[in-house]
């Protein structure tokens, strides 16, 4: 079964803080992105990476940064937490480009989120 | 820029009643649809991928449609459950190469299914 494992479920983290949020896929999945979820503003890309040391910024990248030295791996750096950072975050990963290539492989599985909340 | 909206924002419905699940989206030239599940502070689960090809796309209970040119999907769930509640997404992938990656997502329907 495809799986796509993220660290930890809820984070408690002062204001300041440097926050590692790390995700781990076991598909051999090219593609991983990291969302953030709010009440409100719906899903909403941050970065993304589509190969081992390759990133690309989302809507929001901001505030992040992203790390992705091993193809299963792709961490997600808060390099100095805020309260308004306080979210639902969300990682994924594909397959495959998303819409260049047409086919059943382009799902998109996603890990069960870290509930983080900046203090 | 695609938008994709879903109406209502939720939805209840007695235990036996069939689904129906709407997804717009505002320009037709899409690759494929997909459609997740979400539970409560959880993840998302992908539960129909449906390519621009196709028309249709089934799973069990679940039967996902595309109309391109009006811009529509719509999600069946026959025979609803209260284990099919939680809050449905439909999500496009983009249009241009300068956006790859940046998945498009509808706001989500919350559905409750009463016993």
């Known amino acids: 079964d495809v799986k796509v494992t993220q660290s930890s479920r809820y984070l408690v983290k002062r204001t300041g803080e440097k926050v590692f949020l790390e995700c781990v896929q076991d598909m051999d999945h090219e593609n991983m992105f990291w969302y953030r979820q709010d009440p409100g503003l719906g899903l909403r890309l941050i970065y993304f990476?589509?190969?081992?040391?390759?990133?690309e910024k989302g809507d929001i990248p901001e505030g992040y940064s992203v790390s992705r030295e091993k193809k299963e791996r792709f961490s997600l750096i808060l390099e100095s937490a805020s309260t308004n950072q306080t979210s639902m975050y969300l990682c994924?990963?594909?397959?495959?480009?998303?819409?260049?290539?047409?086919?059943?492989?382009?799902?998109?599985?996603f890990g069960s989120g870290t509930q983080l909340s900046v203090l | 820029k695609q938008e994709v909206t879903q109406i209502p924002a939720a939805l209840s419905v007695p235990e036996g009643e069939n689904l129906v699940l709407n997804c717009s989206f505002t320009d037709s030239a899409i690759y494929n649809l997909q459609w997740f599940r979400q539970d409560p502070g959880k993840g998302l689960t992908s539960l129909l991928l449906?390519?621009?090809?196709?028309r249709e796309q089934t799973s069990g209970r679940l039967n996902a449609s595309l109309d391109k040119s009006s811009g529509r999907s719509t999600l069946y769930i026959a025979a609803s459950q209260p284990g099919d509640s939680a809050t449905y997404l439909c999500a496009v992938p983009p249009l241009t190469t300068d956006s790859w990656g940046k998945l498009q997502f509808g706001a989500g329907t919350q559905v409750v299914v009463t016993p």
């Open positions: 994924a990963s594909s397959l495959s480009w998303m819409g260049r290539f047409i086919s059943t492989n382009e799902k998109l599985f």
């Open positions: 449906i390519q621009s090809s196709q």
């Open positions: 990476s589509y190969d081992v040391k390759m990133k």
